[in-house]
């Protein structure tokens, strides 16, 4: 299947008229802006120009070696050139390919991440540390902001919930495989025999939601307050800061705890349950393409089992790729998760270009 031209060609055209309009501009929120649409459509355009190019090359060769009258020296030359180039063009036009697959709007934002400790009882508590530890080591290495918003800790360590904000650009476009259920293989500490035990944790990625994205409407929460009942040494029980916002057509109800001031309670809490009434308008829509959804690389859906973390073996396993990777430790400080996250988001460009060649 050929590239669309028409496509390729408004590409170029928008290009060069950010390009034209951002030498123009003279105000700062202007060039910000426009700086960043150029970005999104620079790496698109540059190969739309390599390709063309490489098959204007193409076509010189070929004329060249089908026309008798070419010295051999060059048609030998032109031959031995060639297959480069075909190599060359097919590497730009899947490149091509992939920036015109459609957008998920939400890829470029941060996300708010929650962890819940599942099946296992102690044990899943302190998996759910271990994973958010990893999610936190991994934001650093990528250069993102990460904010605990909420916990709940484990009686002997871990958390039984946790809530984090990260931002940076690009978050949810590399954490949005993470939902679902995290398994971990291991013998306690309190294990005096040495039996292997399986707990289990929760991941759930949420797209950062604008106040453009979920309208909420005042009459539709019920706000109470309520004295904090975590840390805090004198402070707690002392003012009534915690704040818990219930929607109440939906049923969702966020607490928020952790901040000394009420005002600062209340509005990590609307934007935890902006976040969370966008994610189920998000599953609402994706639901009428099921069908297409369970050929994907995981439906994203919290109760599916993606990831066995196996302390034994050293190993860990990504069910949907069927991935093996024999570095559980660097894979826990984030050095590695990468690793798992190209392979998923790999996986997902090859079944959204074979749905899209169907």
């Not at 040495?194 to 797209?207: D, K, Q």
């Amino acid at each position: 299947m050929s590239l669309p031209t028409a496509r390729l060609d408004a590409i170029l055209t928008r290009h060069d008229d950010l390009i034209a309009r951002l030498n123009q501009a003279t105000d700062g929120a202007s060039v910000v802006s426009l700086s960043k649409e150029v970005a999104e459509v620079e790496g698109v355009a540059r190969a739309i120009r390599a390709f063309r190019e490489t098959e204007v090359e193409l076509a010189d060769y070929d004329a060249m070696i089908a026309d008798s009258a070419t010295d051999a020296d060059l048609r030998a030359l032109a031959e031995a050139e060639r297959p480069g180039l075909l190599e060359k063009r097919e590497t730009l036009e899947k490149e091509i390919r992939l920036a015109l697959l459609p957008k998920d709007a939400a890829d470029a934002r941060g996300v708010i991440l929650e962890i819940r400790a599942g099946t296992g009882g102690d044990e899943a508590a302190l998996f759910a540390g271990d994973l958010l530890r990893m999610y936190m080591r991994y934001a650093s290495l990528h250069g993102w902001r990460f904010e605990l918003l909420s916990e709940s800790e484990g009686s002997v360590g871990g958390y039984k919930e946790a809530i984090a904000e990260i931002e940076g650009q690009g978050v949810y476009a590399r954490l949005k495989f993470e939902s679902g259920a995290h398994r971990v293989q291991r013998v306690p500490d309190t294990e005096a025999s040495g039996r292997i035990h399986t707990s289990a944790a929760t991941v759930a990625v949420l797209p950062q939601a604008e106040e453009v994205d979920v309208v909420i409407n005042d009459a539709d929460l019920r706000i109470d307050t309520l004295r904090s009942g975590g840390a805090g040494g004198q402070h707690v029980n002392k003012t009534e800061s915690a704040v818990r916002i219930t929607h109440v057509p939906t049923g969702l109800a966020v607490l928020m705890q952790e901040e000394r001031s009420q005002h600062r309670n209340k509005a990590k809490a609307m934007a935890l349950l902006r976040a969370r009434l966008f994610d189920l308008e998000r599953t609402k829509r994706d639901s009428a393409r099921a069908a297409d959804r369970r050929a994907q690389v995981g439906s994203g859906d919290r109760s599916e089992r993606i990831r066995t973390y196996n302390f034994p073996q050293g190993r860990v396993t990504d069910h949907r790729i069927e991935l093996t990777l024999y570095k559980l430790p660097q894979i826990l400080e984030g050095v590695s998760l990468d690793e798992i996250i190209d392979a998923l988001i790999t996986e997902d460009q090859a079944i959204k270009l074979a749905a899209e060649a169907a």
